[in-house]
């Protein structure tokens, strides 16, 4: 029926209710075929010409960023998103092996959607029910996986800066302001950065010329360490995915009295691994864990977690707003939200993760990460055998550092921005033993041995140039 002359026309659609499912659908077609569209242009890992061009193409997409008159849901979609996806870098190509940036998995994806349409906000039990329940049950299932303990817990955070805040907020809380952090020259820079935030005195550095924290000094450390302590471990390192030896390290701090905090943001998920888990012995004596599922995980951002024993460890962060968690309400038994976050507003990140666990299982997981750890192997077997390469060390987990043998670092860091620049492919770079390395981050575990010696082949052909 068509409205008379002069009403105004309706509100535009939405996500949710009886009717979003519908409006949604015939949107989702114009955004996949962006995307698609999107990444032919691009026809690579990223864009080529630099910043220059790809300013130029996303500002002469955009236009008048708020015009007076719209252009419709469709030309919208299709003009920003076909934007956005050329201009990509995009870690589902092998050639986009920088940092620790994973190519999401579809069916997460998927579960995203479902997230953003209902929009529920996990800071309070009557924005999302059903969420809420899905937060505490995975949670809870999640932190076991690593503490073999009565009441487990974790909670979901922006990412490994945020859950590392949050493990060095509660040892404050519990050990006062003059708590000292102490961590490796190896760590985060988000843990020396939380002590300030913090107020917490200038942390503690150990020296690690070997790229994992030694025992030994950090036994002299906690030596001449007075009052409370809290080391902070890592378990993959960002440079070169390294593991410190936790158990000893563990044993050390139980001696010395000091907590241990590990950040586990990379290398956490091995533990569903047979053939990796290994490799995080003396993990479960941690008095907090850093998980990342945005990095071996394979998940959208942001799926970070912080695990502690036991979730009374968690009450520090008890709060109260009257318009969300009222005394009466929470006695009643509407569960109280406000506890698990610093953040008010936040959303179901663990939907995607519950249907990640659920359509892959345990061995389905343990199958990708097994594959993305051989693919890392297999990358630096080719460049130790190669006689212009060579390799810093073999993985620990999917970081692989080396170098042509015919460059020095200025050389080395220059090949590095050709291969940005023209589009070619997307490597890091990290310094160990006083020299630069260039850095390939293997998550995708689609890579094959052609996609890898095709990498090789493109890095031999840039370093003769």
């Known amino acids: 029926m068509t409205p008379p002359p002069g009403t105004p026309p309706p509100p535009p659609p939405l996500a949710g209710g009886h009717g979003g499912a519908d409006a949604l659908r015939p949107l989702l077609d114009t955004v996949l075929d962006a995307l698609r569209s999107g990444a032919a242009e691009r026809d690579g890992p990223l864009p080529a010409g630099g910043p220059a061009p790809v300013t130029a193409r996303v500002t002469a997409a955009l236009g008048e960023v708020l015009p007076t008159r719209g252009s419709g849901d469709h030309e919208a979609l299709r003009t920003l998103v076909h934007t956005l996806a050329a201009g990509a870098a995009d870690p589902a190509d092998p050639l986009c092996a920088a940092h620790l940036h994973c190519p999401p998995l579809a069916v997460a994806v998927a579960a995203d959607l479902a997230a953003a349409a209902l929009n529920p906000s996990m800071d309070s039990w009557d924005q999302a029910p059903a969420a809420s329940t899905i937060e505490a049950l995975l949670t809870r299932a999640l932190a076991a996986e690593y503490y073999d303990t009565p009441h487990p817990d974790a ?28 961590h490796g020259a190896n760590a985060h820079h988000s843990v020396p950065r939380s002590a300030w935030l913090l107020g917490l005195p200038p942390t503690v550095t150990v020296p690690t010329p070997a790229g994992v924290l030694d025992p030994a000094r950090l036994a002299e450390t906690l030596t001449r360490a007075g009052g409370p302590v809290l080391v902070t471990a890592t378990a993959g390192t960002t440079d070169a995915g390294l593991v410190d030896p936790l158990e000893p390290l563990a044993d050390l701090c139980r001696q010395h009295g000091a907590e241990l905090h590990v950040d586990a943001a990379y290398g956490g998920l091995l533990q569903l691994s047979p053939h990796h888990r290994h490799k995080l012995t003396g993990l479960s004596h941690a008095h907090s864990i850093t998980l990342d599922l945005h990095k071996l995980g394979w998940q959208p951002v942001a799926a970070g977690l912080l695990a502690v024993p036991d979730t009374h460890l968690l009450a520090p962060l008890g709060h109260q707003a009257d318009y969300l968690n009222a005394t009466d309400d929470t006695e009643a038994g509407l569960p109280d939200l406000l506890g698990r976050s610093l953040r008010t507003t936040r959303r179901p990140d663990i939907l995607k993760i ?17 594959l993305t750890c051989a693919a890392a192997q297999h990358l630096a077997e080719l460049l130790e055998a190669h006689p212009a390469f060579e390799l810093h060390a073999h993985p620990t987990i999917s970081t692989v550092l080396f170098r042509p043998t015919a460059m020095d670092d200025e050389q080395l860091a220059g090949l590095r921005r050709t291969l940005l620049l023209d589009g070619a492919a997307v490597l890091g770079r990290a310094t160990a033993d006083g020299r630069l390395w260039l850095k390939a981050t293997l998550l995708n575990p689609h890579t094959t041995a052609g996609d890898l010696d095709t990498l090789v082949t493109l890095l031999e052909g840039s370093a003769h140039r």
Do not use: K, Y
Request: aromatic share 0%; charged share 20%; proline share 2%.
């Open 155 to 182: 909670l979901v955070t922006t990412g490994g800066t945020e859950a590392n805040q949050l493990a060095l907020l509660l040892a404050r809380e519990r050990h006062g302001p003059r708590l000292t952090v102490v």
């Open 354 to 370: 519950a249907v990640t666990l659920r359509s892959l299982g345990r061995d389905g997981l343990a199958r990708i990460i097994d």
